[in-house]
Nanobody
């Protein structure tokens, strides 16, 4: 059974940084596509970033230039480095993995990020 476990969320002041991690296990196959979504209270889940196994990345306009996604294939882990955080970034952040684009996604349980002074 595939499991994705996020860590690294918390409370940070505006302008600060956080690094989220998501470790995958139990797949028995490669999760070629991994990435992050977020969901704020009362809003729909929003895609943030994707990284493909070869290392190519894509970002939502709302985070481009501030967030960086990376992965360690040996550790089956994906990271999200978040810099210059804004109160609007406050959300529950979910990582996902899938075998390829268009395939079913496996989801983590989510980690809360709160940006507030």
């Amino acid at each position: 059974q595939v499991q994705l476990v996020e860590s690294g969320g918390g409370l940070v002041q505006p302008g600060g940084s956080l690094r989220l991690s998501c470790a995958a296990s139990g797949a028995g196959f490669s999760l070629n596509n991994m990435g992050w979504y977020r969901q704020a209270p009362g809003k729909e889940r929003e895609w943030i970033a994707t990284i493909i196994g070869g290392g190519s990345t894509n970002y939502a306009d709302s985070v481009k230039g501030r967030f960086t996604i990376s992965r360690d294939n040996a550790k089956n882990t994906v990271y999200l480095q978040m810099n210059r955080l804004e109160p609007e970034d406050t959300s529950v952040y979910y990582c996902y993995g899938s075998r390829a684009s268009g395939w079913s996604k496996y989801w983590g349980q989510g980690t809360q990020v709160t940006v507030s002074s």
